[in-house]
């Protein structure tokens, strides 16, 4: 079973790492855009712009200097690409993306919690409480994407509501992922427990 494996689980507690950090920075933009929402999105999509095109810069150096036999499992040059492509769109079709900021970021969201969904049932035979909370989690983060995709409360302020949902979703996640990481504690704690006896 996958939670028996330790390299399973170092690898989903990297993930959940991973996603601790992309929170806290959906958070920050959003507070920033509740606080000071004129030209922030312009803003933030050219600083975007840098960050991916230096995160493909740096996937780049890092598939190049990973032993030849490993590089075929490795996603560091496909993510590298999408980095880089991502930055250029961003610096070339500013105002096309600012005008669907609603839509990237919620179907980031969708596409986050998604994932979520599918790591879910990693859980679900050996960890079933933790398989429940993260399935409630995540579907309401679903959900929480798609109204900000759909965006149904057309009188209130865009960047107003896009900041609030997003504060909401990650605050969701957050919680979800604190979970993950008690449950995975516990499941490593049983498998050297069982390892021991053996």
């Known amino acids: 079973m996958y939670l028996e494996d330790k ?13 601790f950090i992309a929170s806290i920075l959906l958070i920050i933009f959003a507070v920033v855009l ?4 004129d030209n922030f999105i312009p803003t933030a999509i050219n600083v975007f712009g840098y960050v991916a095109i230096l995160m493909g810069v740096l996937n780049i150096v890092f598939y190049f200097r990973l032993p030849k036999e490993n590089r075929l499992y490795s996603k560091n040059l496909s993510t590298s690409v999408l980095l880089i492509l991502s930055g250029l769109i961003a610096f070339i079709e500013t105002n096309i993306l600012t005008e669907m900021i609603s839509l990237i970021i919620g179907g980031y969201v969708i596409f986050r ?11 679900a035979e050996k960890a079933k409480s933790l398989w ?10 679903l959900l929480l994407g798609f109204l900000i995709v759909i965006n149904p409360f057309k009188e209130v302020s865009i ?9 909401i979703s990650e605050v969701f996640l957050i919680v979800e992922n604190i979970l993950v990481l008690i449950g995975l504690s516990k499941k490593k704690k049983i498998n050297e427990e069982v390892i021991v006896k053996e």
């Open 132 to 141: 429940l909370s993260t399935c409630i989690l995540s579907f309401i983060n």
């Open 34 to 37: 509740l606080i000071n929402p």
């Open 113 to 123: 919690n998604a994932f979520r969904l599918e790591m879910a049932f990693l859980f």
């Open 159 to 167: 960047n107003f509501y896009l900041g609030l949902m997003v504060i």
């Open 7 to 19: 390299t399973v689980l170092e690898s989903l507690k990297k993930r959940v790492y991973s996603s």
